[in-house]
């Protein structure tokens, strides 16, 4: 049985100017008048990483409607906005309660334009759980417990009641967040019936305001489909709408530079995630097993088939299971596309810029000068169709260098001044009279990578020890970016994996690779084994699944399928 608030300021009382490690005398359950607050995890001092709360609020007391909550889709939307809403009143509040350290400090999970499922705030059957930091003040080392009364008497009541009671919300914003969320759940329906690869709406705005901002850019051009590929869709809420449909199989993105064509594909590339009203990209949506493919130099290789691209190398290496330290460009490539198989993605993303030139496309001359019987590598150009028609894989490609890739392509659009231009029949006219060498390509094949993933050199016995306490397993995880985090004392490198978009989807990646070390991986489960128990274990218990603690806290975002397993190929595993 929870205990009262009344006992929480009792505890307070009794505490007061004691030393720091008397707070953990707190931990609990308690209830309040419209909700329970758990005081989930206690700091040890108030220089150290602040204390983990949650609040549970019955959902007939929160009051929204169970039509918003009852579609996973909706849900998500749902909570995401709750997050929102909870961030803007508890920054009101933080550091208002003063003292040393992170005294007073009230943090909640920050959202970008994506709607991502997180752990700071769930939506159960029959409650909300909102999840959040609090650093308990202190003067010095010395508690102050009148500064942290303030905190769950005072702040937190009016934080939970503003944000999380239909009664206090504009309820025509709420039902525009169940509005969009359901459109956007029909619009990626509507993808697989049309045989589409992406939709991008008329009036979309797609450049955004800088490098290390994902917010739209202020006075951009809109975006505007040209008319032999508009389509036109009525969504159940919005209406009709039109906007750019891009078919199945291989579509080529070309103007100068700078006219918005890498723009372009970054907005396809982004909408394999839904986006919030407002951002300019909430219709713009993508294939969701779309993957972002690019050179990586230097990365891990382990056990993977290449050889649909790269075969007969000089030192005999076998390349139907090739591994390496230290790849080149051109085999990383090849290797993402192969992994990006085994994970499901039916579409690629590719830049010209940021792909291996050798791996993408050979000229005419160069194969007269370096013979075919020297080359080991079969290049891009000469496998995108058989992807499409034999592997069920679409493409979409930005170029600007080489004319080879107009060729295979089925659509060629091209960005004038950030304007689309359906640019495809004049173009085949001149594919025509300039026809492309005849290519030697090896026969397709599906590759068949078979990577056992082996026990971590740093695992010990207790860390395989389900009954060993967490400090003893001796796996300690730290994210320290959006891009890279370490498990013991090796770090993983997502730096390339361009599809994350939040650090809160590398910490949950962090959590599986850990529990994955931990529970999974026993040097007889292959790699796509793990993977795929991963997955279900996301899907039936969702955060709590994977997680080390008696408690879940506030900060992880789920990931997809796709970048579980590009984590799993990336650790360098023994």
Known sequence: MPKTSNDLQTKLHAIHQKGYPAYKELRGTYQFPNYLLYIDHVQGDPFASPSSISVEIPLKTAGFPADYYQKSYTRIALQDYLTRQFEQQVNRYSFRAKGSGKSGLISVTHCGQEILERSACQITKNSIIARFFVGFPANGRRINSIELEKIFFDFLPICVEKAFFYRNQNTKVVEQVYFLAEDQYFLRKELKRLHLTAFVADASILPRQSGVSDKPLKESIPFFAPDSLAIELTLPHKGTIRGLGIKEGITLI?????????????????????????????????????????????????????????????????????????????????????????????????????????????????????????????????????????????????????????????????????????????????????????????????????????????????????????????????????????????????????????????????????????????????????????????????????????????????????????????????
Do not use: W
């Open 254 to 574: 070309v103007g100068g530079g700078y006219h918005g064509k890498s723009t372009l594909l970054n907005a396809l590339e982004s909408g394999v995630y839904n986006h919030i009203a407002g951002d300019g990209r909430e219709y713009v949506i993508s294939d969701d097993n779309g993957v972002k493919l690019r050179a990586e130099d230097g990365r891990f290789i382990k056990d993977v088939d290449i050889s649909l691209f790269i075969n007969d190398l000089p030192n005999k290496k076998d390349t139907h299971c090739f591994s390496t330290c230290d790849a080149s460009g051109s085999t990383s490539q090849a290797a993402a596309i192969v992994e990006s198989m085994e994970a499901g993605s039916s579409l690629f993303f590719i830049d010209e810029d940021t792909s291996a030139t050798n791996f993408m496309v050979r000229d005419s001359f160069m194969q007269k000068v370096i013979g075919r019987s020297k080359e080991p590598i079969t290049p891009f150009l000469e496998r995108a169709r058989d992807l499409y028609e034999k592997a069920g894989i679409s493409t979409i490609l930005v170029a600007g260098s080489s004319g080879a890739f107009f060729h295979i392509a089925d659509t060629i659009i091209q960005m004038d001044c950030y304007k689309a231009i359906d640019i495809t029949a004049s173009t085949k006219v001149l594919c025509k009279e300039n026809p492309l060498p005849k290519t030697s390509a090896t026969e397709f094949h599906q590759p068949d990578s078979y990577r056992i993933m082996s026990t971590p050199d740093f695992q010990t016995k207790t860390s395989r020890n389900p009954h060993a306490s967490h400090a003893d397993r001796g796996l300690k995880v730290k994210t320290h970016d959006r891009y890279t985090f370490s498990i013991g004392k090796e770090t993983v490198d997502l730096r390339y994996v361009e599809q994350l978009a939040d650090f809160e989807q590398t910490s949950a990646l962090a959590s599986m690779l850990r529990f994955a070390c931990e529970s999974l991986i026993d040097n007889q489960l292959t790699l796509d084994e793990v993977a795929k128990k991963l997955i279900s274990i996301l899907e039936t218990k969702g955060f709590s699944g994977i997680n080390s603690t008696s408690y879940l806290s506030c900060g992880l975002a789920m990931p997809r399928k796709q970048e579980i397993y590009a984590c799993l190929n990336r650790f360098r595993r023994k």
